[in-house]
């Protein structure tokens, strides 16, 4: 009888672990706790479509949002460092994730002796050591970036069929009426937002002029698209399916042009190492003045605290506290939303959450549906926007 119940018990605990549910956390509860699976889902729906229809949207695109085609950083991080056992690891060794704080603590440290005039022995050979992990380490975060966008391969496709469907069911949300354009800030290298919103006819800049030459310049950002066929009416209209694209660190496609002394936009992958922009292996040439990356955090501040605002964040896990610090900045605005797609019980998350949790204006959801702690993956936050009830309240 023992034997059993056991196995009674072990049946009742597997239908527990594969229960479909979601939270939503807001001022310190779970206010959709009590409600059956699609009530939930109604009840997120409903909050993103009012997200969504804000007249100043932006939306932040974290690196999760580029699985299964790009690893995580953290993930990449741990493989590098089975891999190469010879690394100057310092305090990023054992379980760190942060491979772009181990960049800069590397970079930190070869700009330190640099600055010796005259370094001894020990502190050249130290230099090296540095630089070859730097090296090493900048050239398998590269690697471990989708080049090729064409290619037949289950992950990338997949990948680039949630992008489409996120930019496809944005728009269709905002409607004609909202010709507001829609700011997507993402850390991410690779080039998935591009290749979606240009399949789509979805018109954007990522802050580059040019055709032949692309040369970074902030103020195209300033500068909007308009429909003149008719030539002739009274008022242009500017056009709808628009988006300002901030990568805020950095592309697999921007690099140093010391020729014209600023960052060029290059579709050449197979260029110099040295002059990828990968935040924050910024070149000896513009370190000093951070360009482009002053402009890109500037605009993210600026349009953050825009009147009727709501910032979206998906597949990002707060590991950036400079970046946390401007969001948790804006929260301090009554006219402003924050809704975000997370695991509560991740270690950064969860120090958000504590940190903000009694503001009104801050929604964080999460959950699971197919398998454990996956209600805030990409591809479920595009079936809550699909599926979602205008007339939910």
């Not at 056992?85 to 930190?108: F, H, P, Q, R, V």
């Amino acid at each position: 009888m023992a034997v059993i119940e056991r196995e009674i018990e072990k049946i009742e605990s597997s239908d527990k672990t594969q229960t479909k549910t979601l939270y939503y956390l807001r001022e310190g509860k779970d206010i959709i706790e009590n409600l059956g699976f699609e009530e939930q889902q109604e009840k997120v729906s409903a909050l993103l479509l009012r997200g969504i229809q804000s007249k100043n949207l932006n939306i932040f695109i974290g690196s999760g949002c580029s699985l299964p085609a790009v690893e995580l950083m953290g993930s990449t991080f741990k493989s590098l460092k089975e891999q190469n056992k010879s690394l100057i690891l310092g305090s990023y060794g054992g379980d760190s994730a942060d491979i772009e704080g181990y960049l800069n603590w590397l970079n930190t440290g070869i700009r330190f002796i640099d600055q010796n005039s005259n370094p001894t022995k020990l502190e050249s050979q130290k230099r090296e050591k540095l630089i070859k992990s730097f090296n090493v380490t900048k050239e398998f975060l590269v690697d471990s970036i989708v080049k090729d966008y064409d290619k037949e391969d289950k992950s990338i496709l997949s990948t680039k069929n949630n992008y489409q469907l996120f930019y496809n069911s944005i728009f269709s949300i905002r409607g004609i009426k909202n010709y507001s354009p829609v700011n997507i800030y993402t850390t991410n290298y690779d080039l998935f937002n591009e290749i979606a919103m240009e399949s789509l006819n979805i018109q954007y800049t990522n802050g580059f002029r040019g055709t032949v030459n692309r040369i970074f310049d902030p103020a195209v950002f300033q500068l909007r698209l308009v429909d003149d066929e008719n030539r002739y009416k009274d008022k242009w209209s500017v056009v709808r399916k628009y988006v300002k694209l901030y990568k805020i660190h950095g592309s697999i496609d921007w690099r140093y042009d010391s020729k014209v002394k600023n960052v060029v936009q290059s579709n050449l992958i197979n260029e110099s190492l040295e002059d990828v922009l990968i935040y924050p292996t910024i070149n000896k040439h513009i370190e000093t003045q951070q360009t482009p990356y002053s402009e890109l955090f500037r605009a993210l501040t600026v349009n953050l605290q825009k009147p009727d605002s709501t910032l979206i964040i998906i597949g990002y896990g707060f590991p950036d506290q400079h970046i946390n610090h401007l969001i948790s900045q804006s929260l301090n605005n009554e006219d402003f939303n924050l809704i975000v797609f997370g695991n509560q019980t991740e270690e950064n998350a969860e120090e958000f959450i504590k940190q903000h949790q009694h503001k009104a204006n801050f929604h964080f959801i999460g959950g699971s549906i197919s398998s454990a702690d996956d209600g805030h993956f990409f591809s479920n936050v595009i079936n809550y926007i699909s599926g979602g009830n205008l007339d939910e309240e």
